[in-house]
T-cell receptor, first 113, second 118 residues
Framework: SQKIEQNSEALNIQEGKTATLTCNYT??????LQWYRQDPGRGPVFLLL?????KEKRKERLKVTFDTTLKQSLFHITASQPADSATYLC????????????FGAGTQVVVTP | DTGVSQNPRHKITKRGQNVTFRCDPI?????LYWYRQTLGQGPEFLTY????????KSRLLSDRFSAERPKGSFSTLEIQRTEQGDSAMYLC????????????????FGEGSWLTVV
């Protein structure tokens, strides 16, 4: 069966450190992988998209890697700040599900001063 | 504000009642999506429209769920004969679609409509 797995335990990290989140998938061949941020009671907000033929993407303090051999994406927040505290969701889009994102359950990040 | 707008934001209803949620997408976006999210889970895809055409509805959770986008602008999601298990956040999202071969578009979500069935 198809699965998208993200760490279910919250990631507690000190301000200034790098937070690294994982997204593993099985029985998918994603063409695109996206990362979203979600604050409590709010809708998800798009952060980054990476294509299957890309290894790495960066945006300001965010970095995403995509390894289709390992079937894994890593999401890094460098120089983390308390304002980065949120739940981060990964989502896959495959060639037979264009426009329909399949989401993981998300990982909560808590950045303490 | 030109983001995706959802109404109402919160709805408490008694079991067995019908509820309807409205979504106004970003104006130039021709694709509109409905997702459902329960506590501790990621959003779950329900259905989507391209303009007024509903391109997939097989993921709607039961025949009590229906969605429309009559003029290709706003959309409604109706749940008939609500059950306690329908309690969740219903998210609407929109994106542009620029034709065959244009994929991987950013999808913009609204703030969601919370449903509590008592």
């Amino acid at each position: 069966s198809q699965k998208i797995e993200q760490n279910s335990e919250a990631l507690n990290i000190q301000e200034g450190k790098t937070a690294t989140l994982t997204c593993n998938y099985t029985n998918y061949s994603p063409a695109y992988l996206q990362w979203y941020r979600q604050d409590p009671g709010r809708g998800p907000v798009f952060l980054l998209l990476i294509r299957e033929n890309e290894k790495e993407k960066r945006k300001e303090r965010l970095k995403v890697t995509f390894d289709t051999t390992l079937k894994q994406s890593l999401f890094h927040i460098t120089a983390s700040q308390p304002a980065d505290s949120a739940t981060y969701l990964c989502a896959l889009e495959t060639t037979d599900s264009w426009g329909k994102l399949q989401f993981g359950a998300g990982t909560q990040v808590v950045v303490t001063p | 504000d030109t983001g995706v707008s959802q109404n109402p934001r919160h709805k408490i209803t008694k079991r067995g009642q019908n509820v309807t949620f409205r979504c106004d997408p970003i104006s130039e976006h021709n694709r509109l999506y409905w997702y459902r999210q329960t506590l501790g889970q990621g959003p779950e895809f329900l259905t989507y429209f391209q303009n007024e055409a509903q391109l997939e509805k097989s993921r709607l959770l039961s025949d009590r769920f229906s969605a429309e986008r009559p003029k290709g602008s706003f959309s409604t999601l109706e749940i008939q004969r609500t059950e306690q298990g329908d309690s969740a956040m219903y998210l609407c999202a929109s994106s542009p679609y620029l034709g065959q071969g244009s994929h991987g578009n950013t999808i913009y979500f609204g703030e969601g409509s919370w449903l509590t069935v008592v």
